[in-house]
């Protein structure tokens, strides 16, 4: 949430409450003229000075105590508030008095809800931004009995609509009440767009559901083997027993594989990649991988044919994430294209170019920025998790380098990555 106005009268009351100035509002006994600033109760529709916790930091809850007692920090609640550092902050906010009348109108709001500052600043909050709840009530009506009550000091985060001149949207708004004294000085609206919080749920929806659907196939698989050969272990030949043992092998680590990539996807959303930079032979670990899937059986030695074209340079890389990039590349190329798939390294003085084509179909237009996404499978999207490129891309950029999607000569797809030279990394 943000914080809109920064005073010592913000500060948490000390054990022993001063006496308030002459003339001064008196809070109930147990309330604080001051704001604590710590995060909102989980639930309810108004927060008070006992839903915060009580932190001592010396500071006197009387402003007036706190600037000497010339009623400066009052002041400072009450003065002019400088609209451009508001500016910089990311989250879209509005500042009324109390009356509702709007003191800042940010950049972030004027993006966010497309009203100029001009238009904003001025007028009251309900022309600007009016604010229905879930019944479709008028929030600044409803919540004029909270910021009457000296003790009540925000409301924690909902789910506000706004009600636009052309169509409807939804915000998460958190207010905070500033009062000096138990007086109402302002009201400050932090209003977040709730499509990005979306969006971000249905992508754990979707990971969770692609995990399950992914680990159901081997463990079941796994499953059915394991008491197959425990409840008729004597009536299978040895041959029998290796084939059905393989399989679970199989199985096993494609489950493995499926677990590192949602700790992979885990690590790069949380920018939790660690990259460990040695000097790596990149055509030996390409030749590595291409052997690694010809043993496997995924495919013959004739789909392979890998090149270099000029010198490379010497290249310090993480060699296990260069290996899983060129991995995914190559599997990508194999489950979805067709024909030979080629790997041609092109080396520079800078750095490194490595691209990986197949004779298939390709990737259209329309869908070359959307094969880096979490979840894109194409048209074959009952294979794989989807999490393969997005990966790749994201280890390619922790290493400063570029990755992309084209046509190939042969008329399939052609990713194609960019890895600087670097060089050792000290400390």
């Known amino acids: 949430m943000v914080n809109t106005v920064a005073s010592t009268s913000e500060q948490a009351p000390t054990t022993q409450q001063p006496p308030a100035p002459a003339g001064a509002t008196v809070p109930p006994a147990g309330g604080s003229a001051g704001l604590p600033t710590t995060a909102a109760p989980a639930s309810g529709e108004a927060m008070t000075a006992d839903d915060e916790p009580v932190q001592d930091h010396g500071v006197p809850a009387d402003p007036a105590e706190a600037d000497g007692g010339d009623g400066a920090g009052s002041a400072a609640l009450d003065g002019p508030l400088p609209a451009a550092a508001f500016d910089l902050l990311p989250d879209a906010v509005v500042v009324t008095d109390a009356a509702g009348t709007v003191e800042v109108f940010n950049r972030a709001a004027v993006r966010l809800i497309g009203v100029p500052v001009p238009a904003a600043v001025g007028r009251h909050l309900t022309e600007v931004l009016p604010l229905l709840d879930e019944r479709g009530n008028d929030w600044w009506e409803c919540s004029a009995l909270s910021r009457e009550l000296p003790r009540v000091i925000g409301q924690p985060e909902r789910r506000l609509t706004y009600a636009g001149p052309v169509h409807d949207r939804d915000f998460h708004v958190t207010v905070r009440f500033t009062r000096v004294a138990g007086r109402l000085a302002r009201v400050s609206l932090s209003l977040r767009d709730t499509l990005s919080r979306e969006r971000l749920e249905r992508n754990r929806a979707d990971l969770v559901a692609t995990v399950a659907h992914e680990l159901r196939s081997p463990l079941t698989s796994v499953k059915g083997f394991t008491a197959t050969l425990l409840a008729k272990w004597d009536r299978f030949t040895d ?131 959307r094969v880096f996404t979490k979840f894109w499978r194409g048209a074959s999207r009952g294979n794989g998790t989807g999490l393969g490129l997005y990966i790749a891309k994201a280890l390619i950029e922790a290493h400063g380098g570029t990755i992309s999607v084209g046509r190939a000569a042969g008329g399939g797809a052609e990713f194609r990555f960019f890895v600087p030279a670097g060089g050792p990394v000290f400390g």
């Open 239 to 369: 041959e029998q027993k290796k084939l059905m043992l393989n399989t679970v092998n199989t199985d096993a680590d494609r489950v493995t594989r499926l677990l590192a990539e949602v700790l992979d996807v885990s690590r790069i959303d949380s920018g939790r990649i660690q990259v460990r930079k040695q000097i790596v032979d990149l055509p030996s670990r390409v030749r590595s991988v291409v052997d690694g899937k010809i043993a496997a059986g995924a495919a013959g030695a004739e789909r392979f044919n890998v090149r270099e074209e000029g010198e490379l340079p010497e290249m310090w890389v993480d060699p296990d994430k260069m290996e899983q990039v060129l991995h995914n590349l190559v599997d990508n190329a194999l489950r979805h294209g067709a024909g030979t798939v080629t790997v041609l390294l092109r080396g520079s003085d800078t750095g490194t170019e490595v691209s990986v084509a197949d004779e298939g179909e390709g990737v259209s237009e329309s869908n070359a920025a």
